[in-house]
């Protein structure tokens, strides 16, 4: 049967399709592969001859991406970090450091660093800025953003949170950030840290989690486990929650239940008194 009305509308179709990509589908796939080359609807890809690159010619190592040496922009990125004595100057440093790439790939020239209070005993980290955070400036401000402050909201935290990202401009399409991308951007993400000094960490997705604690595993085993983070000169451990991104609930509605009892874990130890030592 035709999920479309004949004869052909166009309205309907539109809809379909949008209520198709609200669910999350982006993809047509029918049982059976075709081969279309087989049935000689497409060409076979051209092989490219390979390009003959005079020596003196060839490419000058890309400054980022792959496996390139992203050494000095880490550490300028440090000296910065370390130079910003408060919020407003690190959100200035941010703002001046040209060595992450990101700044040049399609994003809105302003870094996209925090909201939230200053001193939050919780601090939220996301992936990276989307298109409505680029437009704003400001981290977790479209459909997602507005999802996670409706669960904050539920779980009594608002005004308690100060929401950041890893890195601070937005990855072209909407991609995830590269683990070079992010290294470039720890430096400052772990500035915030220490400036704002929260009793714990909600980490959004499993860009952020593996990222800020340098672990392999996917985000569903992830989520849900405390682990200890430790800035990287030692002098600071927080425990750290990974938990499902509020985009991927909004694709899938059914995982919410996991995400809000990540939550309630989370809310529960934050309202625990700390024992004395
Ligand atoms: N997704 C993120 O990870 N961060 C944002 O700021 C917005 C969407």
């Given at each position: 049967m035709s999920a479309i009305a004949e004869p052909f509308d166009a309205a309907i179709a539109e809809s379909l399709l949008a209520f198709w990509a609200d669910a999350g589908v982006d993809a047509m796939l029918l049982d059976e592969a075709v081969d279309r080359i087989e049935a000689g609807k497409i060409l076979p890809p051209a092989r490219p001859a390979a390009p003959v690159v005079p020596l003196a010619a060839a490419p000058a190592?890309?400054?980022?991406?792959?496996?390139?040496?992203i050494s000095g922009a880490v550490a300028q990125a440090q000296q910065l970090a370390a130079g910003a004595a408060n919020l407003d100057a690190l959100v200035a440093a941010i703002a001046a450091f040209e060595g992450c790439p990101l700044r040049f790939e399609g994003a809105a020239t302003k870094a996209v660093v925090y909201r939230g209070d200053p001193k939050a005993p919780l601090l939220v980290i996301g992936e990276g800025p989307g298109a409505d955070e680029d437009a704003r400036g400001e981290p977790f401000v479209g459909r997602a953003g507005k999802l996670l402050d409706r669960m904050l909201a539920a779980a009594g935290l608002t005004d308690r949170v100060l929401i950041t990202n890893t890195v601070f401009w937005r990855p072209p399409g909407n991609r995830t950030p590269t683990p070079a991308e992010q290294a470039i951007c720890a430096p400052f993400l772990e500035r915030i840290v220490q400036l704002v000094q929260p009793r714990m960490l909600l980490l959004a997705g499993g860009a952020s989690a593996k990222s800020v604690l340098k672990r392999e595993e996917g985000i569903l085993s992830l989520r849900g486990r405390w682990f200890e983070w430790r800035s990287a000169d030692g002098t600071l451990e927080l425990p750290a929650m990974p938990t499902l991104h509020p985009a991927f609930l909004l694709r899938q509605p059914g995982a919410k239940k996991k995400a809000w009892s990540d939550l309630l874990t989370l809310s529960e130890r934050l309202d625990r008194p700390e024992r004395p030592l």
């Open positions: 190592p890309r400054a980022f991406g792959g496996q390139a040496d």
